[in-house]
Every structure is written in C-alpha cells, then in structure tokens.
C-alpha cells in the first residue's frame, strides 16, 4: 500500500466535506417537505409550534427588568442606556 501524502489526505478530506455537504441539503429539502406536509395536515399554528409568541426569560428573583431608552448614541448604531461602565466608544469620544 503506497504512503499517502499530507495534501492527499487534504484534497480526499475536501472531497468527502464536499459530498456530506450535498447529502445533508438533499436531505433537509426532504425533512422540510414531510414538516410542511404535517403542518398543512393538522392546521398547526406557529403557537402549536413554538408556544407564546414572546419567549421572554424572568431573570432570576422573579423580577423582569423594564426596557430602557437609550441615554447616548453616536449615530454609527452605538447605545448605552446610562447604566453600569460608560462603553469604550463613549470614553473615547469624550476625550
């Protein structure tokens, strides 16, 4: 048995990467079409599904903490609500 060099292994690695890769989306097209025909079949809603359409979790002590309006924004998609360590783009546009 000839020894297989470190960049066959590689190129027989990518190939057999390549064919998993196609089986799997071959395969999820099928598991997608049986979901939806059993979806279509018992009329299942997304609440069926997946329960409440707000999935919100209670931190714990039972208390949910209210939303707050952001205190600063920079206008570049940066927030900070005032609370806790100021943020290092504040930091730095305050110097």
Known sequence: ???K??????AQIEKL???????RE???AGVVARIREAIAAYEL??????GTA???VAPKGGRQSKARAAAYADGAGNVWGGRGPRPRWLRE???
């Open 1 to 3: 048995m000839a020894k």
């Open 5 to 10: 060099s470190l960049a066959d292994l590689q």
């Open 17 to 23: 990467q390549a064919e998993a890769n196609q089986l």
């Open 26 to 28: 071959q395969e999820k």
């Open 45 to 50: 809603t997304e609440r069926d599904l997946f």
């Open 54 to 56: 707000s999935r919100a």
């Open 93 to 95: 546009a305050l110097q």
